[in-house]
């Protein structure tokens, strides 16, 4: 069972950035982030695969986001800058195998969440 723990988030005005993290208990190859905001359906925001890592993003924050991972503290960052009051929602970390890692973003690749963090912005 992989344990998940985000941080992060926060509240922030239009235009600037914040770094969320997301500490997870043991190695998996496909670490992610996921956002849920209210009424919506739970949307990929980006994914990076364990080894010479690889990256996927979704459209709406690609070049505004940036995910990495340091492996030896099993950790997973996103950086979000250029933030959109349309970037607000519930920010959920994700642990998954290899097949998880697809440019689908698909949340339903992934068996570990964490509890999640909020993002709000303002404009």
């Known amino acids: 069972q992989v344990q998940l723990v985000e941080s992060g988030g926060g509240s922030v005005q239009a235009g600037g950035s914040l770094r969320l993290s997301c500490a997870a208990s043991?190695?998996?190859?496909?670490l992610g982030w996921f956002r849920q905001a209210p009424g919506k359906e739970r949307e990929g925001v980006a994914l990076?695969?364990?080894?010479?890592?690889?990256?996927y993003y979704g459209a709406s924050v690609k070049d505004r986001f940036a995910i990495w991972r340091d492996n030896a503290k099993n950790t997973v960052y996103l950086q979000m800058d250029s933030l959109k009051p349309e970037d607000t929602a519930l920010y959920y970390c994700?642990?998954?195998?290899?097949?998880?890692?697809?440019?689908?973003?698909?949340?339903?690749?992934?068996?570990?969440w964490g509890q999640g963090t909020q993002v709000t912005v303002s404009s």
């Open positions: 994700a642990a998954g195998p290899s097949t998880a890692f697809i440019p689908a973003l698909d949340p339903t690749k992934f068996g570990y």
């Open positions: 043991e190695y998996t190859y496909c």
């Open positions: 990076i695969s364990a080894f010479s890592p690889r990256t």
